[in-house]
């Protein structure tokens, strides 16, 4: 089946979806009308939600706010088009997920992809749709912004971050070449997959010269591997991608290194995704948590088939499986890898060994690292089941906020990957975004009534738009009336 849409969209069909929408939007009352009360710091007006990212979470969580009355500001250091991987360095022909998955959709029909999908190209070629293209998500993510009204700066990025004990959150922030601190009640960090880290290196690569090698998720442009021996190091969906990219951009080779000697056939955090586990992960008893979590990992997640057929059906595409790289060194202007199984010459190579939580890569955040509580600290697992992944997650409270013992850092929210020990993967992926979207917006409207009580309940006090003028009845004669029904 085909996997790519239709060259020639039918702009009428997205615009009368555009305007079916907006007719959606009226009758949920969305968004919300405004109800916190406007706050001032030094003079400064202090946000009610600040968000780091406006990436599919980022977005996805300012739907579910505007259903709840508050409205945030997402700051994204990418230029505008480009947040997220999707466009950068996302290198998969189509996303892993089926398309019938809402994603960020919110419960709002005319807002889903499906919805965006037919209406420019027909029911026909949705039918006969396999997978979404990587950049058609990307496009329907544009689109997303424009038509939610997503108050996006671009081109913003977040340097440091500071709690304070009153509550507020210092975020300094660069933009067109200066500094600014930004003040806000609540900070969202919704930074995607790396989003408290960054690509995990692996101790091989140590004194290996930059121009030698890269990690699967870094810009780059792949035509420079025209006519190279290429390595690929790992066996998962982003190796398989990174390797069919390097021959479809014309490399003399690619042999992957696959430590395992065989690769993993069954996905089993798919067999995981029920609503149970997305709604519950947060109640079950710790042993659970750690348990469902390290045997995903354990099990790894194999290739898409997609992907896997993608480098096979390259004849110099080689499958090296029990394959572990040693130790690498660079000889003139070759890297000689070592591996059990030999020594490959090669002149590239790529690593797609995943990423690490790693606050180190992360140098905004140096402010709160020292002073968030890790799983870690919480719990240690039976023998057999360490988990150093597990280990440096952040041990979250019931609405994604970071522990610790440092004053104000419950008012900043984990709403990426790294949550997923403590409240599942509803923080990034597709399948479960809109649930990890609304659970965190409701959740941040019911702390801002609970801190602003004082002020609701003078206003409740105030309320003075009468229901009844006083002309809608006549007082009776209670005497005469009762005379009446006595006679």
Not at 320 to 335: F, H, Y
């Amino acid at each position: 089946m085909s996997t790519t849409a239709p060259q020639t969209p039918q702009a009428p069909g997205l615009q009368a979806l555009e305007e079916r929408l907006q007719d959606d939007f009226i009758t949920l009352g969305w968004p919300a009308k405004a109800w916190i009360p406007a706050t001032s710091h030094q003079g400064q007006a202090v946000h009610d939600v600040l968000i780091i990212g406006a990436g599919q979470a980022g977005l996805a969580l300012h739907v579910a706010l505007g259903q709840v009355g508050i409205r945030p500001v997402l700051l994204d250091r990418a230029p505008q088009d480009f947040e997220g991987p999707w466009a950068t360095t996302a290198r998969m022909e189509t996303l892993r997920s089926p398309k019938e998955l809402t994603g960020p959709a919110m419960g709002i029909p005319s807002l889903s992809f499906r919805a965006w999908f037919i209406a420019q190209f027909g029911n026909a070629a949705w039918a006969a749709l396999d997978k979404i293209p990587r950049l058609q998500w990307m496009d329907y993510l544009r689109w997303y912004r424009r038509v939610t009204g997503a108050d996006v700066r671009n081109n913003h990025a977040v340097l440091a971050v500071r709690p304070q004990a009153s509550g507020i959150v210092e975020v300094d922030v660069q933009a067109q070449g200066s500094t600014t601190t930004w003040y806000t009640r609540r900070l969202v960090v919704a930074t995607g997959r790396d989003g408290l880290g960054g690509a995990q290196l692996p101790a091989f690569l140590q004194g290996v010269p930059p121009q030698f090698w890269a990690h699967s998720s870094d810009a780059m442009d792949y035509a420079q591997l025209a006519g190279q021996h290429v390595g690929v190091v790992g066996a998962g969906a982003s190796a398989m991608d990174s390797a069919a990219t390097a021959l479809e951009n014309g490399a003399a080779s690619v042999d992957l290194l696959v430590r395992r000697t065989d690769l993993p056939r069954i996905n089993k955090s798919k067999g995981s995704g029920t609503p149970g586990l997305t709604h519950g992960q947060y109640l079950l008893p710790d042993e659970w948590k750690w348990r469902i979590r390290h045997y995903i990992n354990a099990q790894q997640v194999p290739p898409p088939q997609g992907s896997t057929l993608r480098v096979s059906r390259h004849a110099n595409a080689h499958f090296n499986l029990g394959c572990a790289v040693q130790r690498v060194e660079p000889v003139q202007d070759k890297l000689h890898v070592h591996t059990t199984q030999g020594v490959f010459v090669l002149d590239f190579l790529i690593v797609s060994t995943g990423f690490a939580i790693d606050w180190r890569l992360r140098p905004e955040f140096a402010d709160i690292a020292p002073h968030v509580r890790l799983w870690g600290q919480r719990f240690t697992p039976e023998a057999g089941q360490e988990d150093a992944e597990l280990s440096a997650s952040p041990d979250l409270g019931p609405l994604f906020e970071f522990q610790g013992d440092l004053p104000g850092l419950q008012h900043i929210h984990c709403f990426c990957y790294p949550a997923a020990l403590s409240h599942g993967t509803v923080s990034g992926d597709i399948p479960a975004i809109s649930d990890g979207a609304r659970k965190l917006a409701q959740g941040l409207a019911a702390l801002f009534y609970q801190a602003d009580i004082a002020q609701h309940f003078a206003q409740l006090q105030r309320y003075a738009e009468p229901e009844l003028e006083g002309h809608e009845w006549q007082p009776a004669d209670s005497s005469a009336r009762i005379r009446q029904l006595q006679s």
